[in-house]
């Protein structure tokens, strides 16, 4: 069985949206291992100068660095990157067991975005928008999706 993990800066606080991964949690149990690591996020400052943000994108790339195992595919997730069809993504999740990979790392940054340095050991980039969501939305939208992509390579009914 896969493992997927999801790498997130901050907590969510709000019960819906704890209740909502807690059921995709449920759902994709049948089909992978799934780890959701919480990583500390910084305040920033309201019109904070750019060399305040590189600090705390930096702090937090340093919490989420800790977490990255090297043999695993990682996904950062990038408004620049690449964009996926719901069939294409399950084609993606699937390739990384054909290559021998059965852990996918999934990461999604703060409210500033990610440091470089989580970028630079990224081996693709996610996009689902032109638009920016919230952290906390972009973490059940995830897991929808990795859920629509096992059962679209399941042959279940689901994906409409």
Avoid at 103 to 128: K, R, T
Wanted: proline share 3%.
């Amino acid at each position: 069985m896969s493992t997927i993990s999801i790498i997130c800066v901050g907590k969510i606080k709000e019960k819906y949206w704890n209740d909502a991964i807690a059921e995709y949690s449920k759902r994709l149990s049948r089909y992978c291992k799934l780890n959701i690591i919480e990583v500390a996020d910084e305040k920033t400052p309201d019109n904070a100068p750019e060399a305040v943000c590189e600090q705390i994108k930096k702090k937090e790339a340093d919490r989420i660095l800790k977490h990255v195992d090297p043999g695993a595919c990682k996904c950062v997730l990038a408004i620049k990157g690449k964009r996926y069809t719901s069939e294409d993504f399950s084609e993606f999740i699937s390739k990384q067991g054909v290559n021998g990979i059965n852990h996918i790392q999934f990461i999604i940054g703060g409210s500033l975005g990610l440091h470089q340095s989580v970028m630079d050991v990224a081996d693709s980039e996610l996009s689902f928008s032109d638009m920016t969501f919230p952290h906390q939305m972009m973490r059940v939208i995830l897991l929808e999706q990795i859920y629509r992509g096992y059962k679209i390579l399941s042959g279940e009914p689901y994906h409409k």
